[in-house]
Protein backbone atom coordinates (compact mmCIF):
# COMPACT_ATOMS: atom_id res chain seq x y z
CA UNK A 1 0.00 0.00 0.00
CA UNK A 2 1.42 3.85 -0.56
CA UNK A 3 1.65 5.71 1.68
CA UNK A 4 0.26 9.27 2.37
CA UNK A 5 3.80 10.55 2.10
CA UNK A 6 3.81 10.89 -1.30
CA UNK A 7 1.40 13.74 -1.26
CA UNK A 8 4.73 16.18 0.00
CA UNK A 9 6.64 15.36 -2.94
CA UNK A 10 6.84 17.18 -6.43
CA UNK A 11 6.95 14.04 -8.60
CA UNK A 12 3.84 12.89 -7.40
CA UNK A 13 2.11 15.37 -8.36
CA UNK A 14 3.51 16.24 -11.85
CA UNK A 15 2.75 12.62 -12.88
CA UNK A 16 -0.14 12.51 -11.29
CA UNK A 17 -1.41 15.66 -12.89
CA UNK A 18 -0.35 13.83 -16.79
CA UNK A 19 -3.35 11.46 -16.37
CA UNK A 20 -6.11 13.94 -13.79
CA UNK A 21 -7.85 16.72 -15.12
CA UNK A 22 -10.12 17.01 -11.77
CA UNK A 23 -9.92 15.82 -8.58
CA UNK A 24 -11.59 17.66 -5.40
CA UNK A 25 -9.96 17.11 -1.88
CA UNK A 26 -11.95 17.41 1.52
CA UNK A 27 -15.01 18.91 -0.23
CA UNK A 28 -16.73 20.06 -3.69
CA UNK A 29 -17.48 23.95 -4.08
CA UNK A 30 -21.20 23.34 -3.50
CA UNK A 31 -20.55 22.40 -0.08
CA UNK A 32 -18.71 25.49 1.10
CA UNK A 33 -20.10 27.44 -1.16
CA UNK A 34 -22.32 29.61 1.56
CA UNK A 35 -19.74 29.53 4.30
CA UNK A 36 -16.53 31.09 1.61
CA UNK A 37 -19.16 33.60 -0.11
CA UNK A 38 -19.41 35.15 3.22
CA UNK A 39 -15.65 36.36 3.42
CA UNK A 40 -15.77 37.44 -0.48
CA UNK A 41 -16.88 40.44 -1.02
CA UNK A 42 -17.32 40.92 -5.09
CA UNK A 43 -14.52 42.22 -7.00
CA UNK A 44 -11.46 41.49 -4.94
CA UNK A 45 -8.21 40.08 -6.23
CA UNK A 46 -7.97 36.04 -5.35
CA UNK A 47 -4.77 33.75 -5.13
CA UNK A 48 -5.43 30.73 -5.06
CA UNK A 49 -2.63 28.65 -4.39
CA UNK A 50 -2.00 24.85 -4.24
CA UNK A 51 -5.24 25.11 -6.75
CA UNK A 52 -4.35 21.40 -8.40
CA UNK A 53 -7.15 20.18 -10.50
CA UNK A 54 -9.52 21.47 -8.21
CA UNK A 55 -12.65 23.28 -9.67
CA UNK A 56 -12.51 26.10 -6.96
CA UNK A 57 -11.42 29.05 -9.03
CA UNK A 58 -13.59 28.26 -12.35
CA UNK A 59 -16.62 28.19 -9.88
CA UNK A 60 -15.88 31.51 -8.15
CA UNK A 61 -14.95 32.67 -11.75
CA UNK A 62 -18.51 31.84 -12.80
CA UNK A 63 -19.85 33.81 -10.06
CA UNK A 64 -18.47 37.22 -10.72
CA UNK A 65 -14.70 36.72 -9.20
CA UNK A 66 -12.90 37.61 -12.50
CA UNK A 67 -9.49 39.04 -10.84
CA UNK A 68 -8.00 35.19 -9.93
CA UNK A 69 -4.67 33.91 -9.83
CA UNK A 70 -4.13 30.23 -9.62
CA UNK A 71 -0.48 28.98 -8.30
CA UNK A 72 0.83 25.67 -7.91
CA UNK A 73 4.22 24.28 -8.17
CA UNK A 74 3.47 21.29 -11.25
CA UNK A 75 4.24 22.61 -14.44
CA UNK A 76 2.51 20.00 -16.12
CA UNK A 77 -0.52 21.27 -14.14
CA UNK A 78 0.16 24.70 -14.73
CA UNK A 79 0.47 24.47 -18.31
CA UNK A 80 -2.72 22.53 -19.43
CA UNK A 81 -4.64 25.14 -17.07
CA UNK A 82 -3.37 27.76 -18.94
CA UNK A 83 -4.49 26.40 -21.71
CA UNK A 84 -8.08 25.40 -20.99
CA UNK A 85 -8.78 28.72 -19.02
CA UNK A 86 -6.67 31.57 -20.18
CA UNK A 87 -9.39 33.46 -18.30
CA UNK A 88 -7.73 33.56 -15.22
CA UNK A 89 -4.11 33.60 -14.52
CA UNK A 90 -1.74 30.64 -13.66
CA UNK A 91 1.76 30.97 -12.66
CA UNK A 92 3.64 27.72 -11.64
CA UNK A 93 5.72 28.55 -8.00
CA UNK A 94 6.48 27.19 -4.62
CA UNK A 95 4.00 28.34 -1.68
CA UNK A 96 6.77 28.43 0.71
CA UNK A 97 8.08 31.47 -1.22
CA UNK A 98 5.74 32.88 -3.84
CA UNK A 99 8.60 34.22 -5.34
CA UNK A 100 6.44 35.16 -8.76
CA UNK A 101 3.99 37.09 -6.64
CA UNK A 102 4.68 41.16 -5.85
CA UNK A 103 4.67 42.60 -1.88
CA UNK A 104 0.60 43.79 -1.27
CA UNK A 105 -0.89 42.71 -4.23
CA UNK A 106 -3.71 40.66 -3.47
CA UNK A 107 -6.73 41.06 -1.36
CA UNK A 108 -7.81 37.29 -0.86
CA UNK A 109 -5.15 34.44 -0.47
CA UNK A 110 -7.12 31.24 -0.63
CA UNK A 111 -6.03 27.52 -0.19
CA UNK A 112 -7.96 24.09 0.44
CA UNK A 113 -5.63 21.17 1.78
CA UNK A 114 -2.58 22.17 0.50
CA UNK A 115 -1.49 23.24 3.89
CA UNK A 116 -2.45 19.84 4.96
CA UNK A 117 -0.21 17.94 1.67
CA UNK A 118 2.64 19.89 3.04
CA UNK A 119 2.45 17.94 6.79
CA UNK A 120 1.88 14.54 5.84
CA UNK A 121 4.77 13.04 6.92
CA UNK A 122 4.58 14.39 10.30
CA UNK A 123 4.57 11.60 13.02
CA UNK A 124 2.53 13.34 15.39
CA UNK A 125 -0.07 16.55 15.05
CA UNK A 126 0.54 17.67 18.85
CA UNK A 127 4.32 17.59 18.16
CA UNK A 128 5.42 19.20 14.84
CA UNK A 129 8.86 18.41 13.19
CA UNK A 130 11.20 21.44 13.28
CA UNK A 131 11.28 20.85 9.58
CA UNK A 132 7.25 21.22 9.58
CA UNK A 133 7.69 24.46 11.50
CA UNK A 134 9.90 25.97 8.97
CA UNK A 135 8.11 25.28 6.27
CA UNK A 136 5.09 26.57 7.83
CA UNK A 137 6.83 29.84 9.19
CA UNK A 138 7.93 30.02 5.18
CA UNK A 139 4.94 29.72 3.90
CA UNK A 140 2.61 32.07 6.14
CA UNK A 141 5.57 34.40 5.46
CA UNK A 142 4.98 34.60 1.83
CA UNK A 143 1.17 35.21 1.91
CA UNK A 144 1.24 37.38 4.32
CA UNK A 145 3.95 39.22 2.06
CA UNK A 146 1.79 38.92 -1.11
CA UNK A 147 -1.62 40.24 0.74
CA UNK A 148 -2.63 43.51 1.00
CA UNK A 149 -2.89 45.04 4.32
CA UNK A 150 -5.89 44.30 5.71
CA UNK A 151 -6.48 41.08 3.46
CA UNK A 152 -7.67 37.76 3.86
CA UNK A 153 -6.01 34.48 4.48
CA UNK A 154 -8.88 31.81 3.91
CA UNK A 155 -7.56 28.30 4.48
CA UNK A 156 -9.99 25.34 4.26
CA UNK A 157 -9.29 22.37 6.02
CA UNK A 158 -10.08 19.48 8.33
CA UNK A 159 -7.15 20.12 10.47
CA UNK A 160 -8.79 20.18 14.01
CA UNK A 161 -8.48 24.26 15.38
CA UNK A 162 -6.47 22.83 18.21
CA UNK A 163 -4.19 22.28 16.34
CA UNK A 164 -4.64 24.52 13.14
CA UNK A 165 -5.02 27.70 15.44
CA UNK A 166 -1.53 27.38 17.31
CA UNK A 167 0.39 26.42 13.82
CA UNK A 168 -1.85 29.69 12.20
CA UNK A 169 -0.79 31.83 15.26
CA UNK A 170 3.02 31.63 14.30
CA UNK A 171 2.08 35.22 12.61
CA UNK A 172 1.57 36.93 15.02
CA UNK A 173 -0.02 39.60 12.66
CA UNK A 174 -2.92 37.59 11.63
CA UNK A 175 -6.34 37.98 14.03
CA UNK A 176 -7.97 34.35 13.38
CA UNK A 177 -11.51 32.94 12.96
CA UNK A 178 -12.90 29.92 12.66
CA UNK A 179 -15.46 29.18 10.53
CA UNK A 180 -17.23 25.29 9.46
CA UNK A 181 -19.07 23.15 7.20
CA UNK A 182 -20.39 19.37 6.63
CA UNK A 183 -22.58 17.45 8.45
CA UNK A 184 -21.48 14.42 9.65
CA UNK A 185 -17.75 15.18 9.40
CA UNK A 186 -16.87 18.68 9.75
CA UNK A 187 -14.18 20.95 7.77
CA UNK A 188 -13.37 24.43 8.72
CA UNK A 189 -12.46 27.53 7.28
CA UNK A 190 -10.12 29.71 9.69
CA UNK A 191 -10.02 33.00 8.15
CA UNK A 192 -6.83 35.14 8.88
CA UNK A 193 -7.15 38.76 8.83
CA UNK A 194 -3.89 40.26 7.89
CA UNK A 195 -2.46 43.54 10.66
CA UNK A 196 -4.83 42.48 13.55
CA UNK A 197 -3.75 42.09 16.78
CA UNK A 198 -3.90 37.70 18.06
CA UNK A 199 -2.47 38.49 22.17
CA UNK A 200 -6.41 37.08 23.51
CA UNK A 201 -5.97 33.94 20.78
CA UNK A 202 -2.64 33.48 21.80
CA UNK A 203 -3.54 33.29 25.78
CA UNK A 204 -6.29 30.77 24.86
CA UNK A 205 -4.16 28.32 22.10
CA UNK A 206 -0.76 28.90 22.93
CA UNK A 207 -1.65 25.92 26.37
CA UNK A 208 -3.81 23.79 24.07
CA UNK A 209 -1.01 22.58 21.39
CA UNK A 210 2.40 24.70 22.92
CA UNK A 211 5.29 22.78 20.27
CA UNK A 212 3.07 24.25 17.27
CA UNK A 213 4.17 27.16 19.30
CA UNK A 214 7.74 27.10 19.58
CA UNK A 215 10.64 28.02 17.93
CA UNK A 216 11.75 26.74 14.17
CA UNK A 217 15.11 26.00 15.85
CA UNK A 218 14.38 24.19 19.12
CA UNK A 219 14.33 20.39 18.97
C1 LIG B 1 -3.91 17.94 -1.65
S1 LIG B 1 -3.73 18.77 -3.18
C2 LIG B 1 -5.01 20.02 -3.05
C3 LIG B 1 -5.46 20.50 -4.41
C4 LIG B 1 -6.67 21.43 -4.39
N1 LIG B 1 -6.39 22.61 -3.58
C5 LIG B 1 -7.93 20.75 -3.90
O1 LIG B 1 -8.42 21.09 -2.82
O2 LIG B 1 -8.44 19.87 -4.61
C6 LIG B 1 -2.23 19.73 -2.92
C7 LIG B 1 -1.84 20.60 -4.11
O3 LIG B 1 -0.80 21.47 -3.69
C8 LIG B 1 0.27 21.46 -4.62
N2 LIG B 1 1.48 21.74 -3.80
C9 LIG B 1 1.99 20.98 -2.80
N3 LIG B 1 3.08 21.57 -2.27
C10 LIG B 1 3.24 22.73 -2.95
C11 LIG B 1 4.21 23.77 -2.87
N4 LIG B 1 5.22 23.74 -1.96
N5 LIG B 1 4.09 24.83 -3.70
C12 LIG B 1 3.07 24.87 -4.63
N6 LIG B 1 2.14 23.91 -4.76
C13 LIG B 1 2.22 22.85 -3.92
C14 LIG B 1 0.22 20.10 -5.28
O4 LIG B 1 0.81 20.12 -6.56
C15 LIG B 1 -1.30 19.85 -5.33
O5 LIG B 1 -1.86 20.40 -6.49
Given amino acids: MRSNAQYADKDY ?41 SDLSMRLYEL ?21 FPEMEWICDDITSLSEIKDGSFDIVLEK ?20 LSTIDSVWTAIDRVLKKGGLFLSI ?24 FGEFFHFFVYVCRKGEDNREMMERYSKIAPDWLRSATEE
Fill in 64 to 84: GFKNITNVDYSETLISSRKEQ
Fill in 113 to 132: ATIEALLVKEKSAWSPSSSA
Fill in 13 to 53: WESRFEKESHYEWLAGFDSYREVLLKYLPPDQSILHIGCGS
Fill in 157 to 180: SFTQPHFRIPALLRNPKWNIETDS
